[in-house]
Nanobody, 114 residues
Framework: EVQLVESGGGLVQPGGSLRLSCAASGFTFSNQGMFWVRQAPGKGLEWVSGIDGSGSMTFYGDSVKGRFTISRDNAKNTLFLQMNSLKPEDTAVYYC???????WGQGTQVTVSS
C-alpha cells in the first residue's frame, strides 16, 4: 500500500521556522520526483518546491525562494521541507506529492500567526 505521511506542521510566529517531513512507503522512493504543494484557505493548489529522484535538482516557487529548502533522504524514504522566515501568507495545508506515480499525503497544517 502506497503511503505518504506528512508531519511537522503547527503554529509558529512570523519570522519563525518549521521543518516538515514526509515519510514514504509502498513504492520505490528514489524513482519518484517529490514535491511540496500547499493550499491556503479559500485558494487553489500552489506548487511550492520539488526535487528529483536523486536529490540533485530542485526548484522553488517564487513566493518561497530563498526561505525554504527541500531535501530528501532516499535511505530513509523521507522528504523534508525546511521553512525559514515564515510569513502569515505561508499559512496553508502542506501536502507532499510523488510523481510520476501521483501519490498524495493527507497534509499537515502550517499556521503562521502572532
Amino acid at each position: 500500500e502506497v503511503q505518504l505521511v506528512e508531519s511537522g506542521g503547527g503554529l509558529v510566529q512570523p519570522g519563525g521556522s518549521l521543518r516538515l517531513s514526509c515519510a514514504a512507503s509502498g513504492f520505490t522512493f528514489s524513482n519518484q520526483g517529490m514535491f511540496w504543494v500547499r493550499q491556503a484557505p479559500g485558494k487553489g493548489l500552489e506548487w511550492v518546491s520539488g526535487i528529483d529522484g536523486s536529490g540533485s535538482m530542485t526548484f522553488y516557487g517564487d513566493s518561497v525562494k530563498g526561505r525554504f529548502t527541500i531535501s530528501r533522504d532516499n535511505a530513509k524514504n523521507t522528504l523534508f521541507l525546511q521553512m525559514n522566515s515564515l510569513k502569515p501568507e505561508d499559512t496553508a495545508v502542506y501536502y507532499c506529492n510523488a510523481r510520476p506515480g501521483n501519490y498524495w499525503g493527507q497534509g499537515t497544517q502550517v499556521t503562521v500567526s502572532s
